[in-house]
């Protein structure tokens, strides 16, 4: 007997969560059992402002074919103002890969507040999608990482 | 222009205004320009050199330099003087111990493209009306100057020195170059072609790190390419990865602070047109937050340390045209 279902493409995500929105949007989606894919691997940080363009990069060197940023509402940050930051550094960063042809949707940064459990479950079902679409990342991979 | 900044940085040693000159000497070849230290009349009268292959960029030497004992003379060119002002905004150089003369710029030679053309074996290079008069072992050549001249002076965008305690000849204006046209002719590609473009690119570097040695913005005491566990520490590219991770990460070091004087570009040993990538940085930041050039003053913040809430969401790069 052959199972189909296994067969079609899982990727993995990255979602870089800062610590005070959400990662409590992802706990509160948790809470009230919203579905949310399994490809999505979070990575805690206390402020968006934390990840820098190398977490970006190593990400994918190791593996990611999708990375997503989620931090608080800008306006909302727990230390006032990192989120303004990240919003000008990774607009940078991501129009740097578009510009190196690498496919913009493979990066995403998004607002998710303690209270959108919902938005956060919605967001990442539709990055996934997204990325499944794009099929496994060929364009930023270390090939000493990949898996066999 | 050599005879009147050799007299002027002799009188200037003599009436002790200055300790030390920073200038440029002859390497092995005749287009092997290279920065060096003058202590006295007779080593410049013997050594300094100043020519159409002078193209070399001071100011970073002048970080390590101006916390030495003493005042040194720089002379800058219009586009170093970008440099200057960008390293005194990050307080990376002593502005006291500077005495910096200004000095009119390019266009500068490329030896590369002299090679190009299959001139080899280059003994003197001459320019007569805009006509290079080149000597070789193998006998003379002419080439048109302006085929000569480096990529980074083709599209100037300054001949007005930002910062100086006096001049040398005249005082020159902004320009209006045509600088992003390469970089928008990329933007205009599809992604496949640009993914193509940079890997042909890309895949040459041999990770010699020059392009960071030379940049005037690059002055951390502690790079990150010199850390084993960055995972991009030194050493060859051993995988197409590291070619693009180091070259993202080197122009996203100094976005915003980068004033495109393209000596990233001009030290490459493979010819890897690297300025694109800072010149895409610069563009982008003019058209998100605001028109910005890096070192024309000492005082406005960095676009990369300031904020506004009305700036546009990272999305807006997905949001863009087609593919």
Redesign the interface.
Known sequence: MQVNENKEFQPLIVAFCCNWCSYAGADLAGTNRLNYPDNIKIIRVPCSCRVNPMFILRAFQRGADGVILCGCHPGDCHYTSGNYFTRRRMTLLFSMLDFLGIERDRTRVEWVSAAEGAKFAATMNEFTEAVKKLGPNRRLEDLRCRKQ | MQEAMINKAKQLLADGIVDRVIGWKRGEFVYDITPAIFETAEELEKDFVYDDFTAANVSKYLVKESKKEGKILAFLKPCDTYSFNQLIKEHRVVRENVYIVGIPGGPKLDAEKIKEKGITGILSVKNENYTLKIETVYGEETMPFYEAVLDKCASCKSKKHMIYDELLGEEGDVLDSNRFDM?EK??NMT????????REQLSKCIRCNACRNVCPACTCEKC?FDNPD???ENKAP?????E??FH??R??HV?GRCTDCGECSRVCPQNIPLHL?NR??IK??NT??GEYQAGEDTTSRA??NE???S????????E?GAE
Do not use: T
Not at chain 2, 191 to 197: G, L
Not at chain 2, 238 to 242: G, M, N
Not at chain 2, 311 to 318: G, K, L, R, S
């Open positions: 970089v990329l933007e992604a496949q072609e640009r993914y193509d473009f940079w990150v960055s995972g991009i051993a995988d197409s990865f590291e693009n991770m993202i990460i122009a996203f976005a990538l895409k940085f982008d930041i998100f937050y676009p990369l904020y506004k809430q700036d546009c969401e990272a999305n807006i790069v997905h863009r």
